[in-house]
C-alpha cells in the first residue's frame, strides 16, 4: 500500500513536472526564436537552417530552466496534496514526514544526476552541432545581406559595400573586396544587379575596375560588364567552437590526461583555463543545489493548512528558496575560480541541504 501511495505521488509529480518543463521550455524557445532569427538571418541564411539550428539550441534552454521548474512543480504538488486532504493519506498509512521527505530527496538526486548529465554532454554537443550547421551551410538570401551604406562581412573573406539601393532594386557604387582564395581581389563598379534565387546567385556589375593581386603583381582592368558569382560562399561564423560547447570530459582532459577524443578545432590554451574551471564548475553547481530545494519543500509538511500561520510559513518557504534558486544562478558570475573557491561552492550547498534536513528531522519529531 506505502509503494502505491508513493507510486501515485511520484507519477503525478513526473507529469507536472514534465508538462511544466516543456511549456516553459517551449515558451522561453519562442521568445530566444526571435534572437535567433536576427542571429541566423544577418548571415543569409533561410528558414529551414533557421529552423534546425533553434531545434538544436532547445536543450541548453532546457538545462536553463530545469532547476527553477523543479521547485515550482515539487512546490505546487506538494500545497496541491495538503489543500485536497491527500496528505492525510500517507500519515494513515503508517508513513512517516520523514520517510515522505526521504523519498523525494532521492527522486531530486536522479533529477540532480539527469541535469548534470544535460548540461555536461546533451547541451554541449547540440550548441556544437549547430555552430557547426551554421558554419557549413551556404548563404541563402544575400538580398537580406545587403544594406546601403554599410560594409557587409557576413561572408568570410568577402566584403561588401553598396553605396545607394535604387526604387528598381539596382545598386550604385558598389565595392568588393574578395580575398576568399589565394589570389585576392578589388571590384568596383558603377551600378550592378543581385540575381538571388533558386537557380543562380550572381551579383551583375556594369561599367567598372577589377584589381587583381596575383602573387604580389597587380592587374587592373576595366570592364562594360561582369558577372560576381555568390552561390558557394558560405558564411563568417565563427569555427572555433567555445567553451560551452564543449563537452565535460573534453574539457577535464585539459587538466588530466584524459583518453578522451578533442575536438580538432578546440586546444587548451592556457588563457582559457580560468574559463573552463568556470564552465565546468557551472555545470555542477546549479543541480546541487536541486537536493537543497527539495528538502526545503518539505519543511511544508511539518504543519497543516488548519494551523493559523500555514499561510505566512508557505509564503516563507517559497521566498527562501527562490532566494536560494537566484543565489545559485548569479554567485558564479561574480567568483575568482581557484581550488578552494571551487571546492568552498560545491561543498556549502551539501552543508546547507544537511542543516536544513537536520531541524527538519527534529521539527517533525517534536510535533
Known amino acids: 500500500m ?28 519562442t521568445l530566444q526564436a526571435v534572437s535567433y532569427f536576427d542571429f541566423v538571418s544577418q548571415d ?53 514526514k ?45 538580398t537580406s545581406l545587403i544594406k546601403e551604406g554599410k560594409f557587409i ?53 556594369f561599367k567598372g575596375k577589377v584589381i587583381n593581386n596575383e602573387e604580389s ?10 558577372d560576381f558569382n555568390l552561390k558557394d560562399f558560405t558564411s563568417n561564423t565563427i569555427t572555433v567552437p567555445k567553451v560551452q560547447e564543449i563537452s565535460s570530459i573534453t574539457l577535464l582532459g585539459c587538466f588530466f590526461p584524459l583518453e578522451t577524443k578533442k575536438f580538432d578545432a578546440f586546444n587548451c590554451e592556457e588563457s582559457l583555463h580560468k574559463e573552463i574551471k568556470q564552465e565546468l564548475l557551472k555545470r555542477i553547481y546549479k543541480p546541487i543545489y536541486i537536493p537543497l530545494i527539495t528538502i526545503l519543500c518539505c519543511f511544508l509538511i511539518i504543519t ?15 521566498l527562501f528558496t527562490f532566494v536560494i534558486l537566484v543565489f545559485s544562478e548569479t554567485s558564479l558570475r561574480y567568483s575568482t575560480i581557484s581550488t578552494i573557491s571551487m571546492i568552498i561552492y560545491l561543498v556549502v550547498p551539501w552543508i546547507i541541504f544537511i542543516f536544513a534536513y537536520f531541524i527538519f528531522y527534529n521539527r517533525v519529531k517534536n510535533v
Open 153 to 205: 562581412n557576413a561572408v568570410k573573406g568577402l566584403t561588401i559595400f553598396i553605396d545607394r539601393k535604387n526604387i528598381d532594386e539596382s545598386y550604385s557604387n558598389i565595392f568588393i573586396d574578395d580575398s576568399t582564395k589565394n589570389n585576392s581581389k578589388m571590384i568596383y563598379a558603377k551600378d550592378g544587379i543581385l540575381v538571388d534565387n533558386d537557380r543562380q546567385k550572381i551579383f551583375k556589375l
Open 217 to 226: 603583381r597587380i592587374n587592373v582592368f576595366e570592364f562594360d560588364q561582369i
Open 2 to 29: 506505502k509503494k502505491l501511495i508513493f507510486r501515485k505521488f511520484t507519477k503525478d509529480s513526473l507529469m507536472f513536472f514534465g508538462s511544466s518543463v516543456l511549456i516553459m521550455s517551449l515558451i522561453v524557445w
Open 304 to 318: 497543516s493548512r488548519n494551523n493559523v500561520n500555514y499561510e505566512k510559513f508557505r509564503k516563507i518557504i517559497f
Open 98 to 142: 520523514v520517510n515522505f521527505a526521504n523519498n523525494i530527496i532521492l527522486f531530486s538526486i536522479v533529477i540532480m544526476i539527469f541535469q548534470i548529465w544535460l548540461g555536461s554532454f546533451v547541451s554541449p554537443s547540440s550548441q556544437f552541432k549547430a555552430r557547426n550547421y551554421l558554419k557549413n551551410s551556404n548563404i541563402d538570401f544575400f
Open 44 to 96: 543569409g541564411h533561410g528558414l529551414k537552417v533557421y529552423f534546425l539550428y533553434t531545434i538544436l539550441n532547445f536543450p541548453k534552454i532546457v538545462n536553463r530552466i530545469l532547476p527553477f521548474i523543479y521547485f515550482i512543480s515539487l512546490f505546487y504538488m506538494i500545497i496541491s496534496y495538503e489543500t485536497k486532504n491527500e496528505l492525510s493519506i500517507f500519515w494513515i498509512n503508517g508513513i512517516t
